[in-house]
């Protein structure tokens, strides 16, 4: 579940103002969204372990050229992997033993490692 939190500013420089074309309009007031996806528990970064905790119904391969087909079977709850990158969305470029796939990060959780 995401968590999202709204930050406002209440104070800004009147420099600070917009203008559409050769009117100015009033605003006085930024707003700043941030998105807290996985708890602030654990980062994601590059060469994270990961395991998957729901199985996609469609998978998208990370090929230059993605093919999209139905995950018959092939990524299953409990799978482990790695992630290769990030892409817009929130989705994740993430190796499995059978191949790299684009998965959304509600379907994988921060593997924790014991060291």
Do not use: H
């Amino acid at each position: 579940m995401a968590l999202v939190s709204f930050t406002s500013i209440p104070k800004c420089p009147s420099s600070s103002r917009f203008s559409y074309g050769s009117t100015q309009l009033p605003f006085n007031l930024i707003t700043k969204c941030e998105l807290n996806t996985n708890g602030g528990s654990q980062k994601l970064e590059i060469g994270s372990p990961i395991i998957v905790i729901e199985s996609p119904k469609l998978l998208k391969t990370a090929a230059s050229v993605p093919c999209l087909r139905p995950n018959v079977g092939l990524v299953k709850p409990g799978d482990v992997g790695r992630i290769v990158s990030r892409k817009p969305m929130d989705v994740w470029a993430v190796r499995l033993s059978i191949g790299t796939y684009l998965i959304d990060r509600k379907y994988f959780k921060p593997l924790e490692l014991d060291e």
